[in-house]
């Protein structure tokens, strides 16, 4: 079965700087999907970003980016000129490829990230 | 377009009452899954549905049943309820090579 572990419960970062979260997962498989989720205190939950494991480019939405290591099976999210906002808990989740059947996610515990002013 | 749909959003039980939660999605998902939110725990899978018919087991099933009739709906039904089952209860849904959607919530005190 797969596994994702986020090794840090909590990150602090000061407004305008970047942080890094850290996420890494076992599998035996090849083809597969990560995510990042995003939970403010409303506890809606968002996606943040996706990377497909066949893709070498790391993927990047705005302001968010990741570190994909495939053969070190690590995922880490950078999230560049922290703002407020940003401040909630983040979850890292990995998906199976469909081609294996079986698709649900299975999420990291999380890191609360505080953005302090 | 109103994506999925959870209700209710806050429920309080008593020892032993069953309840359902409900779910619906409008985006014709074939994927639906459960998952409770425990602090410190992340969101564990409770049961999930790869299409109309079709149900399993997650991580942490016992106590709970689903059914999906429909591709719309997967409501997760609470037998007998026990205060380890008070939890934030969250469905989640995705087409087969998509990303999850998921609803708002539905924080369960059980007492």
């Known amino acids: 079965a797969q596994t994702v572990t986020q090794s840090q419960p909590e990150m602090s970062v000061q407004e305008a700087e970047t942080v890094t979260l850290s996420c890494t997962y076992d599998t035996s498989e090849s083809d597969y999907y990560l995510f990042w989720y995003k939970q403010p205190p409303s506890r809606q939950m968002i996606l943040v970003i996706r990377?497909?494991?066949?893709?070498?480019q790391n993927a990047t939405e705005n302001r968010f980016s990741v570190n994909f290591q495939k053969a070190a099976k690590s995922f880490s999210l950078k999230i560049s000129d922290s703002q407020l906002g940003d401040a909630a808990m983040y979850f890292c989740a990995y998906r199976s490829s469909p081609n294996s059947g079986n698709t649900p996610l299975v999420f990291g515990k999380g890191t609360r990230l505080s953005v302090i002013a | 377009n109103a994506g999925v749909t959870q209700t209710p959003k806050f429920q309080v039980l008593k020892t032993g009452q069953s309840m359902t939660l409900q779910c619906a999605q409008d985006m014709n998902h074939e994927y639906m899954s459960w998952y409770r939110q425990d602090p410190g725990m992340g969101l564990r899978l409770i049961h999930y549905s790869v299409g109309a018919g079709i149900t399993d087991q997650g991580e942490v099933p016992n106590g709970y049943n689903v059914s999906r009739s429909t591709t719309e709906d997967f409501p997760l039904r609470l037998l007998s309820a026990a205060p380890s089952q008070t939890s934030v209860y969250f469905c989640a849904s995705s087409s087969r090579q998509g990303s999850y959607t998921f609803g708002s919530g539905t924080r369960l005190t059980v007492v």
């Open positions: 990377q497909e494991a066949y893709k070498q």
